[in-house]
């Protein structure tokens, strides 16, 4: 069985992704609300994960173990240029939610992200962020967006969180 961390491939990563936007896009409108009913403040980004099953099944189909993995739903409710950050052992593929996924759409003037340098984006963008590439999201007020992450190895591991924080300056577009 594969193992997450350096050696999972892009590939794979977006692979995992795609399969799992292909099941949030099955859910109704009301599953979709229920899942993000559940989230958590993670370091000021409120997350939630996908179900244990669900996760399960598709790590174990691409031979994935789902212990090297982290899966789930992230907010960007506002700009959270203050909260970048890096993981140092943990590769993050990161996908832009919108309509199709029961969620609202997110126009190119509206949703930012910080992967080196900020970049305008939209509903359908994917980006694969290395280990040690400083990172953030950023919104337009009153224009939040949602994000799938599935990150390996997990960025939470319960002793010692692959989470620092990096200074960068406030998001140009807002």
Excluded at 31 to 59: C, Q, W
Excluded at 69 to 78: A, H, K
């Amino acid at each position: 069985m594969g193992e997450g961390g350096k050696d999972m491939t892009r590939e794979t990563l977006h692979d995992v992704s795609k399969e799992l936007i292909a099941w949030l896009r099955e859910r109704s409108d009301e599953e979709v609300r229920t899942l993000l009913a559940n989230m958590k403040e993670y370091h000021g980004f409120p997350k939630t994960r996908l179900p244990e099953d669900v996760i399960s099944s598709l790590l174990k189909a691409h031979r994935l173990l789902p212990k090297k993995m982290q899966i789930e739903l992230v907010r960007v409710p506002t700009d959270l240029s203050h909260k970048a950050h890096k993981h140092m052992r943990a590769r993050a593929f990161i996908s832009i939610l919108g309509r199709k996924e029961h969620l609202s759409e997110l126009k190119s003037e509206e949703g930012f992200a910080y992967i080196g340098l900020w970049l305008k984006v939209k509903s359908g963008d994917m980006f694969d962020v290395l280990p040690g590439t400083v990172h953030t999201f950023a919104a337009k007020l009153g224009m939040g967006f949602e994000f799938l992450s599935v990150q390996t190895p997990p960025i939470e591991n319960g002793v010692n969180d692959d989470f620092e924080l990096v200074p960068i300056d406030r998001c140009p577009f807002l």
